[in-house]
């Protein structure tokens, strides 16, 4: 394993608090005790002006020039740290004395080393007994013109681990690629990059003033564009080992990336990262970023003029990261990466076991990176969010699935006029129909039935709006207070104060297809402190009748494009949600269960569920059922 270099402390904390000088002896002191009790005592105060130093020679050495030479020999060791005692009787031999010291570092990570080390002290020439300087008595291995040296050897970095114990993210080998200073074939390398997926910017590179790492590449990857690369004039190439998903996009914002610590994260982590250390960014690998990565090893080494070698004086044994296992399935994340991935605009799949609550996938489209707005985030539901209203309004039997119920183009409530998407107008039919239709003003004549506390307890015992723990930060949702009737009428088909992530309609969706919530489990080992309670059983009748509706959703309503999809029977509920008054565009939505895996998908600025999340939920099953 390779030696790393701690972090050089600036000149002015170096000599803070260490180095050998009080001004608390007189010179000639009367014994050579004594004369090494008035050196030691002046090591913490920095004015060695009144103490007899002589070189090995015997020639007087000034306080200055000793200070300046232990400095030189401690190089980048943590000097402010350095204490020395004395340890037994100076024993006199005629005019030479010889003394035991003590001495003692804190090292990075507070890691203390003490060793013993020993001063000449001499009465020969004028004065009393004087202390000999020489590298020796710092440590007694040192020669002139040597130089201490603190090194890091990181321990080796544990993995995340899938439901079965298996590596997900483990080392594998990359190439760094650098460009000298103002690289000018940005337009070729731009263009080979593409052909892997890879963007670059520009302006990064012709603008640079020193080389530039500008990318690092899976080692598969390199090789497919190797050739290209290595045509242009200026780039070179490291091979290094780095942590690594299955691919590159492979649930890239919830594992997040493992890269060389940055400036930020030496200054947030002090004492515990050091330059050329290994850090974890975003998702998984930042969370449980000291529990991956284990604890280093310290050793202090002699770097010696013309030795190739240090040598090592001291070291302790690191210690190995603790891996991170989770619930994540990799089929099921592939066939969920490869479905966001075919849809430009950025989107979300969430997949989640109804069995057992276990979160399968979290996907963001189309490159895997980004933001984690499968668990985190905060969007108005659309229409998807009929599902919890119809479910309030089922649980308080204000209608059933036949129930007539008008479906007006337009309704008023509180002062307020809704309309249906695409001035839709379906007369008075059965609740079941406006539902797998997708009806607004329906459900806004029905929220006066469904009320406030209707609401409220529907989306309570889906989960929504309640305090999770899934061992990473993850949103349920915020559910609207419905304080007046508009506002009401608003929160019965999802907008308005109303707002939630894909991870809180995947968990809702699988509580209805289950018949009671389960907070959906993500990070198994470390187990999460203070996960949600599960809920009480859904009224029997009531969700059996919300299941049969989503049903009819894909069989007859604004699913159809789901109906003869590979696998069993899709049950589900689309959605287009309005997120800005002053723009028309809406994000489009769909959430649903086929056998035992619930989803809910998300298209940012997607229009209709039905236009662009039904295709990513169709590539998703299909590949999942090929």
């Avoid at 600036?10 to 005790?33: H, K, N, P």
């Avoid at 804190?106 to 001499?122: E, I, K, M």
């Avoid at 940055?262 to 529990?291: M, S």
């Avoid at 310290?298 to 603790?322: D, K, S, Y």
Wanted: glycine letters at 10%.
């Amino acid at each position: 394993m390779r030696l790393e270099r701690a972090t050089r402390r600036g000149a002015a904390a170096l000599m803070a608090t260490m180095l050998l000088g009080a001004g608390l002896a007189a010179c000639g002191s009367d014994g050579a005790g004594d004369a090494l009790d008035d050196f030691l005592a002046a090591w913490p105060a920095r004015d060695l002006s009144k103490v007899d130093i002589v070189d090995a020679a015997g020639k007087p050495m000034a306080g200055a020039a000793v200070e300046a030479d232990l400095k030189r020999l401690a190089g980048e060791m943590p000097l402010n740290t350095l204490r020395a005692v004395r340890a037994g009787n100076v024993k006199e031999t005629g005019d030479d004395g010889l003394g035991g010291i003590k001495v003692s570092w804190t090292l990075g990570g507070n890691v203390p080393w003490s060793y013993d080390s020993a001063v000449r002290l001499t009465r020969k020439g004028e004065g009393g007994w004087k202390v000999i300087w020489e590298p020796a008595v710092l440590r007694p291995e040192l020669a002139a013109g040597d130089k201490l040296a603190p090194r890091r050897i990181a321990g080796d970095r544990a993995d995340i681990l899938d439901a079965a114990g298996k590596p997900i993210v483990t080392a594998g080998p990359v190439v760094v690629v650098t460009a000298p200073p103002r690289f000018t074939a940005v337009t070729a390398l731009e263009a080979i990059l593409k052909r892997i997926g890879v963007d670059v910017d520009p302006a990064d590179l012709q603008m640079a003033t020193s080389p530039v790492e500008f990318v690092t590449l899976r080692r598969s990857d390199f090789t497919k564009v190797e050739k290209e690369l290595r045509k242009l004039p200026g780039l070179t190439f490291a091979d290094q080992q780095r942590e690594l998903a299955p691919t590159r996009k492979f649930a890239r914002a919830l594992l997040g990336t493992v890269d060389p610590a940055t400036a930020d994260d030496l200054a947030e982590n002090p004492g515990t990262l050091a330059r050329d250390d290994d850090a974890g960014h975003g998702g998984l690998q930042q969370k449980y970023d000291t529990r991956l990565r284990g604890k280093p090893a310290v050793a202090v080494v002699i770097e010696r003029a013309g030795q190739r070698e240090p040598i090592e004086l001291h070291r302790t044994e690191p210690v190995a990261g603790a891996p991170v296992k989770i619930t994540i399935d990799a089929r099921a994340q592939n066939a969920a990466d490869l479905a966001t991935a075919a849809e430009k605009r950025p989107s979300s799949l969430v997949a989640i076991r109804i069995s057992d609550s276990s979160v399968l996938a979290v996907s963001n489209g189309p490159d895997g990176g980004g933001d984690n707005v499968a668990l985190t985030g905060q969007v108005p539901p659309g229409s998807t969010f009929k599902m919890v209203s119809a479910l309030g309004l089922l649980q308080k039997k204000a209608v059933t699935p036949d129930t007539l119920v008008d479906c007006p183009k337009t309704k008023q409530a509180g002062g307020q006029v809704f309309k249906n998407a695409h001035e839709m107008a379906l007369g008075t039919v059965p609740f079941r129909v406006d539902f797998a239709q997708s009806c607004n003003t329906a459900f806004v004549n029905l929220s006066p039935k469904l009320g406030a506390d209707g609401l409220r307890s529907a989306a309570t015992a889906l989960g929504l709006g309640g305090e999770w723990d899934l061992g990473l930060k993850a949103s349920s949702g915020k559910v609207s207070a419905a304080g007046d009737p508009a506002e009401l009428a608003q929160a019965a088909f999802g907008q308005g104060q109303t707002s939630v992530s894909p991870i809180a309609m995947a968990g809702a969706t699988a509580a209805v297809a289950r018949g009671r919530f389960v907070q959906p489990r993500l990070v198994l080992d470390p187990a999460p402190a203070r996960p949600a309670a599960d809920g009480d059983a859904l009224p029997r009748d009531a969700a059996g009748a919300l299941r049969q509706m989503m049903r009819e959703v894909v069989t007859s309503g604004t699913g159809k494009a789901l109906k003869n999809v590979k696998g069993k029977p899709v049950y589900g509920k689309t959605g287009s949600a309005e997120f800005d008054n002053s723009s028309p565009e809406t994000h489009a939505w769909f959430v649903g269960w086929q056998g035992d895996v619930a989803f809910a998908v998300l298209v940012q600025r997607g229009g209709a569920g039905a236009e662009s999340a039904l295709p990513i939920v169709r590539r998703f099953l299909d590949t999942l059922n090929g």
